[in-house]
């Protein structure tokens, strides 16, 4: 029997960040949780800021936990 080789390599993921919004946002997200707070605070922190929600929206909790999965910060 012949062995086969196989190399497997880690596929180069195009989902990374490319808006500047969406990389200012990620930024604001990691920090506010880096102090420890969960989603609410983190909704209320970024209303009280004044930061722009995505698509025109209003920050919500369910906005931030989007937020979080869509743009792969741990919440």
Do not use: F
Not at 44 to 57: G, W
Not at 58 to 66: G, K, T
């Amino acid at each position: 029997m012949k062995q086969l080789k196989v190399a497997v390599k880690k596929r180069h993921q195009d989902s990374d960040v490319t808006d500047p919004h969406d990389a200012k946002l990620k930024q604001v997200l990691e920090r506010l949780k880096k102090k420890g707070l969960n989603p609410m605070q983190m909704c209320h922190k970024l209303i009280e800021h004044e930061e722009p929600a995505p698509l025109d929206q209003v920050w919500s909790y369910d906005l931030v936990v989007e937020e979080c999965k869509r743009l792969k910060v741990p919440h």
